[in-house]
Structure formats: C-alpha cells, structure tokens
C-alpha cells in the first residue's frame, strides 16, 4: 500500500461539514484526507440544484464563523441566499483555505472495518482497494442520500426523469413541455413555483399537503449587514442561544391567553415578517395540541384566501399540526395553483398505480409528460452512513447494531466503533438547528478530543452502553414534551423510508445541548472510554 493511502484522519464528505473539519484538524498538525463522491465542494448544496432551491435561514447566520476574516470579507446578495451563490461560497472557501489539494473529488467510500489489532481502521472506495487511518469522521450530511421511492414501471419511463435531490448540473429547460411533480415537501414547494412558469402544464401529485410560510426574500439590506458586521460576535453568539440557534424573537405569550384579534393579529405580523419564525409567534405552538390548532386555522385562511379554486385550496389545507414536519418556506407556492398551466391530483385519494413509457397511471387516469420530477426527498440522518459497509469491533455491522435506530452518544459517537465520530449525527441538534452552527460545534468538540486523546497517549476512545442508552432516552424524552411526536410521519422519525425503525433522530435545543456537551468535557469526557 502507497503512503499516500495512510492517514491519521479520514473525513468522509465535503460539505460544509467536511470542510471546516479538514481545516480545523490540519491545524492539530495531523494528515487529514477527505474523500468526496461530487466533483465539487459543498455538499448539499453541490447535489441539490432544482429551481428555487434556496436556504430558509438567513445568510447572515449560514455561514462559518469560525474566521472572522472570512465573515468580513464576504457579502452576500439575498436575504435567503440561493443555491448558485451558497455553492459560490463553498468554493471561495475551499480557495482560500487551500482546502483542494487534501480532498479526494468523485470518490465514495464503499466500507470500513475495524482492525483491533493494530486500532485503525481499513478502508475501501470506489477508486482504490484499501486505505488505513487511525480516525474516521463521518462529514456525510443529514439529507445527503435521496429516496427513490419504490413506484413500479420507475424504469421505463421514457421522458427525462428527475430527482430535486440529484439534479443535473447541465441546465433543465422546461419551456412548453408537460412536466409531472411527485411529492410536496420543501424541495416540491420551492420548485414548482419556477417550473410551472417555465413549462407548458405542470401536473402535481400530492399525498400529504404541506404547511409553508412565505420567505418575502429580499435584496441583502446593505445598512443592516454592516452594522451586524461591527459586531457580528456579539450577533452569532446572540444567535447561539436561541432553541435552534436562529435568530429568532420567541413571543413568550401563550396563544390560549390572548383575544382571537390579538391572535390573529400577532399571526398576521409574523406572516409579513416570513420564514421559519413563524413557528415563535406564541410560545406554545409546538408544545400544545389547542395552541397549535390556532396556528393551524390561520394558515388554513391564508391558503384559502389565496388559492381561487375552493376545492383546490381544500386540498392544500394539510390536516396534522403545524411543525411536526419541517416548515417549509416559500415564494408564491400557493398562488401557483391559480396558473391556468397547474393541476394538483390528491393521489391518497387517487394513488398512482405505476409509471409508464409516457408518464404515469393513477386509480382514475393516466397522464402523460415531457418531463418527471420526483421530490420525494431523502433517507434521512441514517442513510448516508449506513450506505457504506461499517464494521466494527467483534466485526459488528453498524446497520446491526442500528437495527431498531441509531443508538449513540451526543449524536457523536458509537459503541464497539472507536475512533469513529459523526457530525451532525442522530441524537444532535442537527437538522432542528442552524447546520453551519451545529457542523462547527460539532467539529470543535472532535477536535479538542483528538487533542486530548494525542496529549494523553491514548489509542482509542469510544462511548460507553450506559451512556448511549440514557442520551437515546432523553432525546426522546424531550422529544416527547413537544409536538413534534405527535403523528406525523415526517422523516425526523425515519416514517418517510418504508422499513425504517420509528426513533425519533434530532436532539431538540442547540443551547442546552452545548451545555451538556460542556459540562461531560468538564467532567473528564464522562460517557466516553479511552484505552
Ligand atoms: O423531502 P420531504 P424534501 N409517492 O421528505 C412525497 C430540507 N430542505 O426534499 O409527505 C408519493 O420533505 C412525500 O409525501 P408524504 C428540509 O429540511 C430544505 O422536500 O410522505 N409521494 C413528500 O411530499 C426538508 O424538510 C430546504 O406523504 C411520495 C415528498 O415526497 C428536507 O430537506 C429546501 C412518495 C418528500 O418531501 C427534505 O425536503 C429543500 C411516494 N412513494 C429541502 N415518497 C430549505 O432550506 C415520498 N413522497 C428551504
């Protein structure tokens, strides 16, 4: 085997988790590879380049902190950015940290397996037979693996076939043609707006209706970016302490204790402001059934005042709570279906029966099409993990050992899998959090263990049973405080992925899980065992 093959760390993934890592521990002084299925930096943001795609935090907050530099010199030009320019960032960021050379671009890793012999870990990709490290870090996302739903005839479509999740990087000209959505979640409701002007009829295949609040994304207000770049410290660790690390301004009112106007009207303000804070107008929404219906009736009236057809507004009206599900965000989704050129078919009452040659058959028509995009999202959180062969200690398969959900510690760490660590992991804040945040958190902690580990001459460190079995409880345990538990099949608990176990995966509260993550380094790193 080459040297080159022999690292101290792998990385596994190049997006904004995978970056910041290869930059953060070439600063421990070690030999750091990356490994990267794209052609290109930045991940999530290199797959998924659907029209409309477009990140629902505010770029003031999406991006690193970790270089003020960096924070200084750049601008952006929205207030959501959008995809092209998030990715433009990626790579200014890859440049200018000279982050390239150590990545290994269209390579996907295929296994890992444990050595306990010699505590490293052997590795195999698509490009290369075995590569040895001491450390692996799983950099691989959270919505990285996109789900292909199992619809018969998938294969003999004959018209461009489409996922918003694995778009093409050549340009998707929809003009005039007939084009077919299936699926109606954030990737759906960014999209169709921009399809249905572009094409000559848009047909949309919708089992559950979503809730989306609209973005009213602007121009980067340029008075309001400087002064947060006085002090934009101060802003991020303002931003840090909030329930997802968003800026975002709680109302501490119950949505019971007002007047029905005064509801309304907070509502209504909300809905003018935008986005996901939305979901902060009154403190209860997510925690009580009866507040929550009061959300849930606003947006009801907004999408039927806004949709003509009363029977289509009907159906576009989802029926669970409000945030059980990712919120999604939007420009002009529900006014889409006012265009002449778009359909909408219920298919839970309706199911599509197969895809054919042309298009596709449900219970009670066939429909033809140029054009078929499925936005039927990912495999959330566990699937880009465990697509790759893991072999641990005793060479247990980690999809074994995940059998009935992804048992961890700190959403970091696993069991009989030492020196193997996770960012943004099941059982973190993750997804239910600023990412850039979380990824940077998350990175800071490995880091400072493999200091300690370096320091201390240890070979290995891995979490303990007991620790892993009471974080998976009392992530559930918070879980179940709050409505996000409350019958939706949404993909943070895996009901999206036929067969996959029931667990809810996000830990809720970016603040009190930093403090927990403090207090166990504190504490001598209680929960992990090092030999
Ligand atoms: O995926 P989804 P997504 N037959 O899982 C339907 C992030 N994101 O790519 O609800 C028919 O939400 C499925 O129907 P149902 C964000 O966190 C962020 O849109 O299962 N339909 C659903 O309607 C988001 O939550 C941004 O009944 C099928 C849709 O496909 C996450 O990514 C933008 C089906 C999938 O929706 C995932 O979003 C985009 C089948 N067999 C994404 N299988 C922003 O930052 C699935 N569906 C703004």
Not at 111 to 136: M, P, Q, S
Not at 210 to 228: C, G, I, L, Q, R
Request: hydrophobic share 35%; proline share 4%; charged share 20%.
């Amino acid at each position: 085997m080459s040297k080159k093959n022999t690292t101290d760390v792998i990385v596994i993934g190049a997006g904004f988790a995978g970056m910041y890592a290869l930059y953060k521990f070439r600063k421990l002084g070690l030999r750091v590879r990356v490994y990267e299925a794209g052609s290109g930096v930045g991940g999530t943001w290199f797959w998924n380049r659907y029209p409309g795609a477009r990140c629902d935090v505010n770029s003031l907050e999406y991006s690193y902190q970790f270089s003020d530099e960096l924070q200084q010199e750049w601008s952006w030009s929205e207030r959501y950015s959008a995809q092209p320019e998030i990715l433009e960032y990626a790579n200014h960021v890859a440049d200018r940290f000279d982050l390239t050379k150590d990545i290994q671009f269209d390579t996907r890793v295929l296994a890992l397996e444990y050595d306990e012999t010699t505590n490293l870990w052997i590795g195999k990709t698509d490009k290369e037979d075995k590569f040895v490290t001491k450390f692996c870090v799983m950099a691989t996302g959270c919505l990285s693996k996109h789900n292909v739903p199992s619809i018969d005839g998938l294969d003999q479509f004959q018209g461009e076939l489409l996922h918003t999740g694995k778009w093409p990087h050549s340009p998707v000209d929809f003009k005039g043609k007939s084009v077919g959505v299936i699926g109606t979640g954030s990737s759906a409701i960014q999209s169709i707006p921009i399809i249905a002007e572009q094409a000559g009829s848009l047909t949309v295949f919708q089992r559950t209706p979503n809730f989306s609040v609209p973005a009213h994304n602007a121009p980067m207000d340029k008075t309001h970016e400087a002064k947060v770049k006085e002090n934009y410290q101060e802003f991020r660790a303002q931003n840090a302490a909030q329930p997802a690390a968003i800026r975002m301004t709680i109302n501490p009112d119950s949505a019971l204790d007002v007047s029905e106007d005064e509801r309304v009207s907070v509502f209504e303000r909300s809905w003018q402001e935008g986005g996901l804070p939305f979901a902060a107008s009154f403190s209860d929404i997510g925690i009580n059934l009866d507040a929550n219906a009061t959300a849930v009736d606003f947006v009801h009236q907004k999408i039927r005042g806004i949709v003509n057809d009363p029977e289509v507004a009907q159906m576009l009206c989802p029926q669970t709570v409000i945030g059980c599900k990712r919120l999604c965000v939007d420009t002009d989704y529900y006014e889409t279906f006012n265009r002449k050129n778009v359909d909408l078919v219920d298919i839970k009452k309706t199911p599509i029966k197969n895809i054919t040659e042309s298009g596709l058959r449900t219970s009670a028509a066939e429909y033809k099409f140029d054009s078929l995009v499925l936005a039927t999202g990912f495999d959330a959180m566990t699937g880009a993990i465990l697509s790759m062969d893991i072999k641990g200690r005793d060479n247990e398969l980690l999809a074994d050992r995940w059998k009935a959900g992804p048992k961890n510690y700190l959403g970091l760490t696993v069991n009989g899998f030492p020196n193997l660590f996770m960012i943004t992991g099941p059982g973190s804040p993750s997804v239910l959090s600023n990412m850039i945040v979380a990824i940077e958190q998350h990175v800071n902690f490995i880091a400072n263990l493999l200091e300690f580990i370096l320091k201390n001459d240890k070979e290995k460190v891995e979490s303990n049973l007991n620790a892993e079995n009471n974080w998976v409880e009392l992530v559930n345990n918070i879980a179940g405080q709050t409505l996000y538990t409350s019958g939706c099949n949404s993909w943070y608990i895996g009901a999206n992925i036929p067969g996959k176990p029931s667990v809810f995966m996000p830990y809720i509260g970016f603040p009190s899980y930093v403090e927990k993550c403090n207090e166990i380094v504190k504490d001598s790193y209680r929960g992990f065992e090092f030999s």
